[in-house]
């Protein structure tokens, strides 16, 4: 049997160790701050101040401070249907904003939520756009309430709640089996977590978007690539693409779009199911405001995304070399309006080059529409041709297009701004844009023949095709133009050798191989130019050798019409012995242009930041021109 005290040393070797870790921790704890403040980068302590719902899945400190006071943060991880009720049953009697702010950003981290979890188990149903909806009115409450100051919109709360507001909308309409963003919009009746809702749609504020848009995308659900500016403007409303197929193509082209949402109910008759809420649709070329609590409040704009999200299509990067080498038309030559028409803006009509498309000019059209004044002041065309043709034969069919369109948008001549267009051109572009401000008279076909065109005994089809190319008048409409890399006495690159090559595998409208053959029976081939001998086509119509295109460019401009030019040199040398790859300078300087800008470019220099200043200084003053009843 041990003795009593080994016993007790015993117990006293196993207690005093625990007894002293256990000291060492609590002393330990005590010594650890529960609340400290350590240093951080700048940026990740601003990120961290600024968290929402819509950078993270937080809610912002506001939303949390809500959910202590009332002591549902617990109820609101366990059931957070049922703690947004009870919130939205005490936001009915209490009238303090940050209620509504935090129903507005709860709901959307619930629905969210409900989508993460539905990518798992995509089997079960889940309403998660029926909170983002309920995201939205909360947001909407919190921006319309009474009694809001001058000073609200400083506030960061205000600003995440249009950003609730604008987000949540879009995911309203979302269906959530949608993965590429396409949106149902309709008058429809809801049930949401606190109450039924109808849902009605303005048709006549909408109908001008709904007449033209076969559907819809959320714009905020998709990230865009390869253009320098992101152009949103206003304040409030989703933005969407809006699709759109023409009767001249079946290429999908998108315009922009914008759907607001008004709920004049309060909280108390949403939860009565007695609530009512109204859609609008309008473009997103329209200036609109909300009038809002005696607020006029601008609506949200995305010209971008639609714009490239219609590059999206590998049509629109092919067509240059697709129409090029075809006798057929991927797409009938024809003004393609970008916007719809809007009476009192200036249209600007953008003509590409050869062997190219009018993907080459939205980098400028994008930075352009940036500018506050051309975005509201002008309207932005293309004109979309076989650049295989030849260059008379298409600047023939760009003047009627003129003629055309002006006589369809415009019947009754009330709209003065349609007559002070702009045309840009880009290498054979800015060919086809003299040709349209300039008089012939019968220059074009003496450079051509000796022989009276009046004596020319031709099929009375094929001599009208002659005639409308080579005998014409100004189109009246056209009071400005731009030559861009233009070759006005023709490119170095047209040598026989090249035009030889690729006419082995160009074919041409039937019409005009037509033309040429009535003219070689009337006229022996060898009493005509020899660069006019060969099979036409816009690569002999730029040889430097063609007498028709120098008596081009030595033809004056009609009366009233300004020139600019801007004449890509590549390298750092003297302008004047440069070329651009394809074209001399000295082919591309004229002497009636009234500006001329030398960019350091090769030849497709209409993305350069140079051009595109240029050109907007150009409409800038163009504008500034035009009479006062001329302007919008």
């Not at 009276?452 to 009375?460: A, C, G, Q, R």
Request: hydrophobic residues 40%; proline residues 6%.
């Amino acid at each position: 049997m041990p003795r009593p005290d080994l016993k007790q040393r015993s117990v006293r070797k196993l207690i005093l160790p625990l007894l002293a870790g256990s000291l060492v921790l609590l002393l330990a704890g005590g010594c650890t701050n529960a609340v400290s403040a350590r240093k951080v980068p700048f940026r990740e302590a601003f990120e961290e101040a600024n968290t929402s719902v819509l950078t993270s899945r937080k809610c912002s400190s506001d939303t949390r401070l809500v959910l202590q006071r009332f002591n549902l943060q617990d109820r609101y991880v366990r059931a957070p249907a049922e703690a947004l009720r009870e919130l939205h049953r005490l936001a009915c009697s209490d009238e303090r904003p940050e209620l509504l702010l935090a129903l507005a950003e709860l709901n959307y981290l619930h629905g969210e939520n409900l989508v993460r979890n539905r990518s798992l188990k995509p089997w079960i149903p889940k309403p998660a756009r029926d909170y983002f909806l309920c995201s939205c009115i909360y947001a909407y409450h919190y921006l319309v309430r009474e009694g809001s100051d001058q000073t609200a919109a400083f506030k960061p709360d205000f600003r995440l709640a249009c950003d609730l507001y604008n987000v949540a909308l879009g995911r309203a309409f979302t269906p959530d089996t949608n993965t590429n963003a396409l949106m149902e919009i309709r008058a429809e009746t809801r049930t949401l977590n606190p109450g039924t809702i109808r849902l009605e749609l303005n048709q006549q504020d909408s109908e001008a978007v709904l007449s033209r848009a076969v559907r819809f995308f959320s714009a905020d659900a998709f990230v865009t690539q390869g253009l320098t500016v992101h152009n949103t403007q206003g304040a409030l409303g989703a933005t969407l693409l809006a699709e759109l197929k023409t009767e001249k193509s079946s290429v999908a082209r998108y315009f922009p779009a914008t759907l607001v949402l008004k709920f004049p109910s309060n909280l108390k008759q949403w939860s009565d199911g007695a609530s009512v809420a109204s859609l609008e649709l309008s473009s997103g070329y329209e200036n609109r405001e909300l009038a809002i609590a005696g607020h006029k409040i601008p609506v949200r704009t995305d010209t971008t995304t639609p714009l490239a999200y219609g590059l999206n299509s590998s049509l629109a990067w092919k067509l240059g070399s697709r129409q090029f080498f075809s006798s057929e038309e991927v797409v009938r030559s024809d003004i393609y309006q970008t916007q719809p028409y809007q009476p009192g803006r200036v249209p600007v009509i953008f003509v590409h080059g050869t062997f190219s498309s009018p993907v080459w000019w939205a980098e400028m059209i994008n930075t352009l529409r940036a500018d506050r004044e051309l975005a509201q002041r002008c309207q932005f065309w293309f004109y979309i041709y076989n650049s295989g043709n030849p260059i008379l034969f298409t600047a023939a069919n760009f003047r009627d297009a003129l003629s055309n369109t002006v006589d369809r948008l415009d019947p009754q001549a009330k709209d003065p701004a349609l007559r002070q267009m702009v045309v840009v051109g880009h290498s054979q572009g800015g060919l086809v844009a003299k040709l349209a401000v300039m008089d012939s008279g019968d220059t074009l076909w003496q450079a051509a023949s000796h022989v009276s065109f009046e004596e020319l005994k031709l099929k009375p089809k094929a001599k009208t095709q002659l005639q409308r190319c080579l005998f014409f008048d100004p189109v009246p409409y056209v009071k400005r133009v731009v030559f861009v890399s233009t070759p006005h006495r023709g490119s170095f690159l047209a040598t026989s050798f090249i035009r030889n090559l690729a006419g082995k595998f160009m074919s041409l409208p039937i019409d005009v191989l037509h033309a040429r053959e009535e003219l070689f029976g009337a006229i022996e081939a060898s009493r005509l130019p020899p660069e006019l001998r060969s099979v036409p086509s816009s690569l002999s119509g730029m040889s430097p050798k063609n007498p028709v295109l120098l008596k081009i460019a030595d033809t004056p401009l009609a009366p009233g019409v300004t020139a600019h030019s801007i004449i890509a040199v590549k390298g750092n040398g003297d302008p004047a012995k440069g070329n651009d790859g394809v074209v001399k300078y000295i082919s591309a300087h004229v002497p009636y242009t009234e500006s001329e800008l030398i960019v350091r470019s090769g030849h497709s220099c209409q993305a350069k930041p140079a051009t595109i200043e240029e050109m907007r200084r150009i409409l800038l003053k163009h504008l500034a021109s035009i009479p006062t009843s001329s302007s919008p």
